[in-house]
């Protein structure tokens, strides 16, 4: 039976978080920023990816709302519960952690303050178009004579930001070997 994480999360800045998501923090350079763990801070899509994730669903309010709010839903993998907050390189610098959803001086009742939050149909599509990509590559991948020199655990160690991995290397093997730009 397949198990579906129900995720939320307050966002510090919904549009940092959404850009963060999609794309990590890119160093500048070709790379990625690290966490304080160093880890390379690759973003919540790519780490979704490298965990397997077959399915994924993204939601969140406007940065003009009093709650900067993100949920996801995640058709998970693993038979485990794989928490967010520690596992994804960068994610804790990016929400907060005192247990509320937002403040606000206005007395209003709750639904209408989560009434913003909306299906991200970007976020979806990216994540989806992401994990046909991997998919591409995996399959090609199952021809012993078309391997990367990391294997397939090692494009998903790279896509999760694992310490010691060199995505941008392992992205551009796959681009070169296979014509699949991750």
Do not use: C
Request: aromatic residues 8%.
């Amino acid at each position: 039976m397949p198990v579906i994480e129900i995720l939320a999360y307050t966002a510090k800045n919904i549009d940092e978080f959404i850009a963060f998501v999609s794309d990590g923090k890119p160093d500048g350079k070709g790379g990625y920023e690290t966490d304080e763990q160093g880890r390379l801070i690759t973003g919540v899509l790519d780490w979704l990816h490298g965990r397997g994730v077959a399915e994924a669903h993204f939601f969140n309010s406007a940065k003009a709302d009093d709650v900067q709010l993100f949920v996801a839903t995640v058709l998970r993998s693993e038979t485990y519960d794989v928490p967010w907050m520690k596992r994804i390189p960068g994610f804790e610098a990016m929400v907060t952690s005192d247990g509320l959803i937002g403040k606000t001086a206005q007395s209003a009742p709750l639904s209408n303050l989560l009434a913003s939050v909306k299906s991200n149909a970007d976020l979806d599509k990216k994540f989806t178009d992401g994990k046909k990509k991997i998919d591409d590559v995996l399959k090609v991948m199952e021809d012993p004579t078309n391997t990367l020199s990391v294997g397939s655990r090692g494009l998903f160690a790279a896509l999760r930001g694992d310490i010691g991995t060199d995505p941008q290397a392992v992205f551009d093997e796959v681009k070169t070997k296979f014509g699949i730009a991750l």
